[in-house]
């Protein structure tokens, strides 16, 4: 059986999606059983170079709804980082791609296979497929940002494991 553009993008994305919502509600009751803030995460950065945690949830997003309306239209064109919201908009964010997702249907996003798109970074322009964008831009991106917010709560102490970053695995029926 051959995979498609849909088995590719939209359930990958919906399993760190709900991942990232799951550790997002742990970070919110770790505050809450210790009397913290929710909202101190949010300028919270890795590295003094690296972006804070409220772009993490922002990007992820971006290149899970945004990768996909890429894929559709041809152009990648999310909207403007809206910069330091509190914990409970990007919580938001993230319900917001989950209902984005769970409304594309695979003969949607398999229609778009094979359609061609130029992104612009700067002065590089590279030129993709639905797939290849998706594949070799999107999902990278997506995981490295999820993987960084993850990483900024697990920093500040909220008790996280490598399963809560997993998600909930696509396992094959016994």
């Known amino acids: 059986m051959a995979t498609t553009l849909y088995d590719l993008s939209v359930p990958t994305f919906l399993q760190t ?3 990232v919502e799951g550790f997002l509600d742990r970070a919110a009751q770790h505050c809450a059983e210790i009397g913290a803030d929710p909202d101190d995460f949010v300028q919270v950065r890795l590295f003094e170079d690296m972006a804070p945690f409220h772009f993490q949830i922002e990007a992820a997003w971006h290149h899970a ?5 890429a894929a559709k239209t041809g152009v990648f064109a999310p909207p403007a980082l809206v910069g330091p919201v509190p914990f409970a908009d990007l919580r938001a964010m993230m319900a917001k791609a989950q209902t984005a997702l769970e409304a594309l249907t695979p003969d949607e ?3 778009w296979a094979g359609r061609e798109l130029d992104l612009q970074i700067g002065p590089r ?3 993709f497929t639905s797939e290849t964008l998706i594949l070799s831009f999107s999902l990278p991106n997506f995981y490295f940002h999820a ?3 993850y990483d900024i709560l697990r920093m500040r102490g909220v008790p ?3 399963r809560d970053y997993e998600g909930q695995l696509r396992t094959r029926m016994p």
């Open 17 to 19: 999606v709900r991942a």
């Open 65 to 69: 709804v945004w990768g996909l309306e």
């Open 109 to 111: 996003v398999n229609s």
């Open 125 to 127: 322009k590279l030129r």
């Open 147 to 149: 993987v960084t917010a």
């Open 160 to 162: 996280l494991g490598k």
